[in-house]
């Protein structure tokens, strides 16, 4: 995925040992929206986690119990466009280890995907809501740049804990976004040269 819009102030390396950190990035293309979502329980709550994904606790997590706890996840997830629910899909997921999960390193990685469909031209809204262990959670939520030149993103705007994030953009063809650039750059020219025939006028 591409370079992060806005980088949160929290890193997402170096988290406290009581939390239980949930980072997702976002990425918004004109006919779907992919989310890659890290979860990495701190040392000190991973006894409170474990139990939720080691069912049958024997110390090893396999693919059913994984699959499980990341159905789980998505139930406490929500997606939206322009008010309009949209249904997420695991793509791919990364399970670490118990060991590392244990040394406070191990980090889930689930790769969720959403098709759009029937979108106009124009301003939408995306609202992304994660709740998931929202007792021991901590969660950081940010749009990534755009590959296509199709979305322009105008704002984002989050809950103080990042609970939700509401991401504005603009769709709209190739053609139009580059004459949308060019226009707005066009009335940049203008309004510099008028400021400068003042600035010169006032300073003659």
């Known amino acids: 995925m591409a370079s992060l819009v806005v980088t949160a ?20 293309d004109p006919d779907r929206v992919q989310i890659e979502l890290e979860l990495t329980p701190g040392i000190a709550v991973v ?19 994984w699959r499980t706890y990341t159905q789980h ?19 791919i997921e990364v399970t670490p280890t118990m060991a590392s999960m244990r040394d406070g390193e191990g980090a889930m990685r689930m790769n969720l995907m959403a098709t ?23 969660y950081l939520a940010n749009a990534l740049v755009p590959t296509s030149d199709q979305v322009r993103i105008t704002s984002q705007h989050r ?35 008028v400021v400068t025939f003042w600035w010169n006028r006032s300073h003659a």
Do not use: C, K
Not at 86 to 91: E, F, Y
Not at 168 to 186: C, F, I, K, P, Q
């Open 47 to 65: 006894d409170g986690i474990v139990p939720a994904i080691d069912l049958d606790a024997n110390g090893i997590i396999d693919t059913s119990e």
């Open 159 to 193: 809950d103080g804990e990042q609970h939700d994030l509401a991401i504005v953009y603009v769709l709209g063809t190739a053609d139009a976004s580059r004459r949308t650039m060019w226009l707005a750059m066009g009335a940049a020219s203008v309004l510099f040269g």
């Open 116 to 138: 759009l469909a029937d979108l106009t031209d124009g301003p939408h809204r995306l609202h992304y809501r994660n709740t998931h262990r929202s007792d021991i959670g901590v």
């Open 73 to 91: 996840v998505l139930e406490d997830l929500t997606l939206d466009i322009d008010g309009r629910p949209l249904r997420l899909a695991v793509v």
């Open 9 to 28: 102030g929290t890193s997402m390396s170096a988290h406290r040992r009581d939390e239980y950190l949930q980072a997702a990035r976002i990425m918004i």
